[in-house]
């Protein structure tokens, strides 16, 4: 039996979603899901394992877990997702240096993004496990947002050809710093990516179109058929580590 934990906020629930649609290609693979909603997952390192700081917490992680709230090291692999590690971080963190960024390259766009991505609850998170595992580690980022609910951003993006600069740049970032951390990042797979290189096709969007455009709504929460195929794809690569 194959053991993976995975870990994250409600980005967590499309991967959930999609199992079920990919569980027979993985014979063997059991899976638990520790999800705390937001920005609310804090873990602390205690006797071996992670532990959450507060019963709200522990309350959480033991309803979506099925278990008790702590996070064991006796996974065969771990998969990080979301926690704010997101595309829309790394550019507000660019748009702070947009005059000097004007004319950069992907290297100059990941330096500016680094500082940001460093301070998601993600990064922390696989910090903490690395001090309780020598496991494989993956880390996933929140998916890409919706090109309705920034379509200036875009625009702005597209007509200084920096479109697949910024992407470029924020894959190069996130990998920086997993492998720091010793975890794979793992890209948001190319079928579920829009044009732009850099948002998410409308199809797999969990709400309808006119709901994700309001400023009001979530636009990064996917469907089942998104979470199957980015689930699929770092299975894949849990499989192939752990061969």
Same mark, same amino acid.
């Given at each position: 039996?194959?053991?993976?934990?995975?870990?994250?906020?409600?980005? %967590? +629930?499309?991967? /959930? @979603?999609?199992? =079920?649609?990919? &569980?027979?290609?993985?014979?063997?693979? !059991?899976?638990?899901?520790?999800?705390?909603?937001?920005?609310?997952?804090?873990?602390? %390192? +205690?006797?071996? /394992? @992670?532990?959450? =700081?507060?019963? &709200?917490?522990?309350?959480?992680?033991? !309803?979506?877990?099925?278990?008790?709230?702590?996070?064991?090291?006796?996974?065969?692999?771990?998969?990080?997702?979301? @926690?704010?590690?997101?595309?829309?971080?790394?550019?507000?963190?660019?748009?702070?240096?947009?005059?000097?960024?004007?004319?950069?390259?992907?290297?100059?766009?990941?330096?500016?993004?680094?500082?940001?991505?460093?301070?998601?609850?993600?990064?922390?998170?696989?910090a903490k496990l690395r001090k309780i595992t020598t496991a494989p580690?993956?880390?996933?980022?929140?998916?890409?947002?919706?090109?309705?609910?920034?379509?200036?951003?875009?625009?702005?993006?597209?007509?200084?050809?920096?479109?697949?600069?910024?992407?470029?740049?924020?894959n190069l970032a996130c990998k920086k710093i997993a492998e720091e951390?010793?975890?794979?990042?793992?890209?948001?797979?190319?079928?579920?990516?829009?044009?732009?290189?850099?948002?998410?096709?409308?199809?797999?969007?969990?709400?309808?179109?006119?709901?994700?455009?309001?400023?009001?709504?979530?636009?990064?929460?996917?469907?089942?058929?998104?979470?199957?195929?980015?689930?699929?794809?770092?299975?894949?690569?849990?499989?192939?580590?752990?061969?």
């Amino acid at each position: 039996m194959t053991a993976v934990c995975l870990i994250g906020n409600s980005h %967590v +629930g499309a991967l /959930k @979603l999609g199992w =079920p649609e990919i &569980e027979a290609q993985f014979p063997g693979f !059991a899976l638990d899901f520790y999800a705390s909603a937001g920005q609310s997952m804090r873990l602390e %390192v +205690g006797d071996g /394992k @992670l532990v959450p =700081p507060t019963p &709200e917490i522990r309350k959480r992680l033991a !309803a979506t877990s099925g278990k008790s709230g702590d996070i064991e090291a006796g996974y065969d692999a771990y998969v990080v997702c979301g @926690l704010t590690l997101s595309s829309m971080r790394a550019l507000h963190a660019c748009n702070t240096k947009s005059t000097e960024l004007r004319q950069a390259g992907a290297e100059d766009f990941s330096r500016a993004m680094e500082p940001a991505l460093r301070g998601a609850i993600a990064v922390d998170v696989v910090a903490k496990l690395r001090k309780i595992t020598t496991a494989p580690i993956f880390l996933i980022g929140t998916p890409y947002g919706a090109h309705v609910r920034h379509e200036q951003l875009w625009e702005k993006l597209k007509s200084r050809g920096h479109e697949e600069v910024v992407a470029r740049a924020y894959n190069l970032a996130c990998k920086k710093i997993a492998e720091e951390l010793s975890a794979t990042f793992v890209p948001q797979p190319p079928e579920t990516v829009a044009d732009n290189g850099f948002t998410t096709r409308e199809a797999f969007f969990l709400f309808a179109l006119d709901y994700v455009r309001s400023e009001k709504a979530e636009h990064t929460h996917m469907n089942a058929g998104f979470g199957a195929i980015v689930l699929r794809d770092v299975l894949e690569k849990a499989r192939a580590a752990l061969a």
